[in-house]
């Protein structure tokens, strides 16, 4: 009798499941939103993390929607819906008009348990408010021209290294190579420490580095469930980041901290500018009151400025040398540009001349274009919203999603979407697009913050490589290069390897 009841409880439990299953798989459908029919149990994302990364995965789904010439489309992670925003009107109405109903990432943070997880990047509401006023001047152009001669410092000791690596190898992963770069530039103007990457590719920064990015504590799915119940994953304590890497940089930022406060040691980097917050609320003694900021949230800052910085920019470059080797005339063009710029300032660099090299800004942006670091914008609503021209009401909670790798692929805005043509940048073609169309830094209030430091340490490292280096192809290139699966951000998985060649 008993085992009959038990076989009752189970089937009422497993046809309840897959009535309500079936129900939430109803969702899109039920509001009269075009929708891409999911599979239990991953929804629409089934490879995600197991054979590809999200780009190609939204690539394809932003395609489906496109044929059916909708401005969104919906979709579902597990069970939960999410909503792509496709039409580029759209897309700046909810980033920049209506950003107060999506001013939210929806990135995944325990502040309590992990608060180098609680950065700028990821907190929410009020708090990333004042956080947000409080750091952005310390990114204006005028403070990043302070440490522009560190960054070129930085590069020699770089270009020096290359240089004695391809005499002995011409062979070299460029990825690996390049990151060693971004790292002893961001280790430099961040910290204040020499990381001495080039010497010591296994030096402290470079591991924890790695760590934090190639060794995630939890694969893509599980880090999507946190984000959409982070008040459980909270209450059990689950963590964004390592302990190992959370105490190595806790205690870089105190010790560079006491450090400097007990030695009176002055650097004009970023982290002098956040030691001023900590200290008086102020950037300069007679300046406005910007306010102070507690230990915590400067290693925090000072994390996400290391990890973000290092990462993102060594790919870029690293996908710039790939296709300027795939692409010799593009790389020549490249060169000139660069060469004439070094001639007119008497064999080396200035803030204001690295800002004036056109054509390099246009193969950096043609990069970003073909490979952007972050394939999807996520925004969380703050409030129920209605979709502007219909009749669906996104509600509090709900996720929507940029997908802007799919755009840049687009052939409606950028035609033969396979080729790279850094010419799509030219001020003439640029003036012809909708700039909704090309995001790969996001847009509106939550536009990347150090998109402009960024931007400056690549152009000073492509510009002194393409000065002493020549790229090509090799027999360990691979054509076309393939993402790592698990990185957040778009990576390489097997590296780049390119044949380089001193001029």
């Known amino acids: 009798m008993a085992l009959v009841a038990l076989v009752w409880i189970v089937g009422i439990l497993l046809l309840a499941s897959f009535l309500w299953v079936k129900k939430r798989f109803n969702f899109w459908k039920d509001r009269g939103v075009e929708f891409i029919e999911p599979e239990f149990p991953f929804g629409n994302f089934k490879t995600l993390g197991k054979v590809e990364h999200i780009a190609p995965i939204t690539r394809r789904h ?24 496709l039409d580029v009107k759209l897309i700046k109405t909810i980033l920049v008009k209506d950003f107060n109903y999506f001013p939210n990432r929806g990135v995944y943070f325990n502040e309590k348990d992990d608060p180098l997880s609680a950065h700028m990047f990821a907190i929410e509401g009020q708090k990333w408010k004042a956080l947000r006023n409080k750091l952005s001047p310390t990114f204006t152009s005028g403070r990043i021209k302070m440490t522009f001669p560190l960054v070129v410092d930085v590069c020699r000791h ?16 460029m990825h690996d190579l390049l990151s060693r770069y971004t790292i002893d530039v961001i280790g430099t103007c961040a910290f204040g420490i020499e990381c001495n990457s080039f010497r010591d590719p296994d030096n402290e920064f470079r591991r924890y580095g790695k760590i934090a990015f190639d060794k995630l504590p939890h694969s893509p ?13 909270n209450a059990l304590g689950m963590k964004q980041l390592h302990d190992d890497v959370s105490s190595f940089f806790t205690k870089v930022v105190k010790d560079t901290i006491e450090y400097r406060e007990t030695n009176n040691v002055v650097r004009n980097d970023f982290m002098d500018l956040l030691l001023k917050l900590k200290n008086t609320g102020r ?14 949230e400067i290693a925090a800052q000072a994390f996400i400025f290391f990890t973000a910085g290092y990462d993102t920019s060594s790919t870029a470059m690293t996908y710039t040398v790939y296709e300027l080797a795939l692409n ?4 020549e063009k490249a060169r000139e ?82 080729l790279y043509d850094p010419d799509r940048f030219s001020p003439e ?11 790969p830094f996001g847009e509106g209030p939550r536009v990347c913050i150090g998109m402009r430091f960024g931007t400056i340490q690549a152009r000073v490292g492509l510009a002194n490589l393409l000065k002493r280096f020549r790229f090509s192809v090799c027999e ?17 998985a097997n590296g780049v390897w390119l044949k380089v060649d001193r001029l």
């Open 328 to 331: 010799q005339e593009v790389q």
């Open 429 to 439: 073609e640029v003036a012809k697009r909708d700039p909704y169309c090309y995001l």
């Open 476 to 492: 360990r290139t691979q054509i076309p290069v393939q993402y790592s699966r698990t990185n957040f951000i778009l990576g390489p």
């Open 221 to 233: 799915l599980v880090v999507y469930l946190m984000k959409a119940f982070r008040s459980y994953a």
């Open 62 to 85: 932003y395609d489906y929607f496109k044929r059916k010439a909708v401005p969104f489309g919906g979709v579902f992670m597990l069970t939960s819906p999410l909503l792509y925003i």
């Open 337 to 418: 540009c660069v060469l004439k710029t070094f001639e007119a300032n008497n064999g080396s660099l200035t803030y204001e001349s690295v800002a004036n090299m056109g054509y390099l800004d246009q193969c950096i942006n043609e990069t970003l274009r073909k490979h952007p670091p972050v394939a999807i914008l996520e925004r969380n609503a703050d409030k129920d919203y209605r979709i502007p021209d219909s009749d669906l009401i996104i509600k509090k909670g709900r996720k929507i999603m940029i997908p802007t790798f799919a755009m840049h692929y687009d052939e409606d805005y950028f035609p033969n979407a396979e």
């Open 158 to 173: 770089f270009c020096d290294h290359v240089s004695e690596v391809v005499l002995k190898e011409n062979e070299v992963e």
């Open 283 to 296: 950037l300069e003694e007679s300046g406005e009151e910007i306010g102070k900021l507690s230990f915590e």
